[in-house]
């Protein structure tokens, strides 16, 4: 009997080992289990602001690049403006001497002549210097009977006129330029107004 209560006393402490094995198995499961869900729920964190990341550089990127097109572009029309208008400030001075000779040939006396031979030359030397600032575009703006434009007109009188549209100009003082389509000196005007 002595056996048979050693045998039970071994199988009574073998199966409470046997148990405790389980409730060891199953506990370090369950701890298994919570960490492989922790670390689930990290790489899942990882991921998503991983993508967060990959998505803010993108967006970065696509800005930095739309910055760069849009700088590229300000440099070539700053560069385009300043190859059309480079001459703005010398055409400007040069309008002064075609007005000059446009004042010479209006106060000679067409009909003395001795001075035909003078107005020749200065009429030759007026066409010289208007062809060569048409051939930078600089371009004449001679707008009599033409609309009143604030554009481009300073009107320096309005008279009244019967024969003309009201807000035509019926008299140039100045003739105005342009260069490239830019206006460079307003053509001073005369517009008639109703009566």
């Known amino acids: 009997m002595k056996e048979a209560a050693k045998v039970a006393e071994e199988q009574d402490k073998t199966a409470a080992a046997e148990e405790l094995a389980a409730e060891q198995a199953e506990s370090v499961e369950q701890v298994a289990e919570e960490q492989c869900a922790d670390a689930g729920d990290d790489l899942q964190a990882q991921l998503d602001a991983a993508r967060e990341e990959a998505a803010n550089a993108k967006e970065q990127a696509l800005r930095a690049?739309?910055?760069?097109?849009?700088v590229?572009?300000?440099a070539e029309k700053d560069a385009e403006n300043a190859r059309k208008?480079?001459?703005?400030?010398?055409?400007g001075d040069m309008l002064s001497v075609a007005d000059?000779?446009?004042r010479a040939l209006a106060a000679a006396d067409a009909e003395d002549e001795a001075l035909k031979p003078i107005l020749e030359g200065v009429e030759l030397t007026r066409k010289s210097l208007l062809d060569a600032l048409a051939r930078?575009?600089?371009?004449?703006?001679?707008p009599t009977g033409q609309p009143f434009d604030p554009e481009f007109h300073e009107a320096m009188a309005m008279v009244p006129n019967p024969s003309a549209e009201p807000n035509s100009v019926i008299d140039v003082m100045?003739?105005?330029y342009t260069l490239n389509g830019r206006l460079l000196r307003a053509a001073m005007v005369v517009v008639a107004k109703a009566e």
Do not use: S
């Open 65 to 70: 690049v739309a910055e760069a097109q849009n």
């Open 72 to 74: 590229r572009r300000r």
């Open 85 to 91: 208008f480079a001459l703005e400030k010398f055409a």
């Open 100 to 102: 000059n000779l446009d």
């Open 136 to 142: 930078h575009n600089v371009e004449q703006i001679d």
């Open 174 to 176: 100045q003739k105005g």
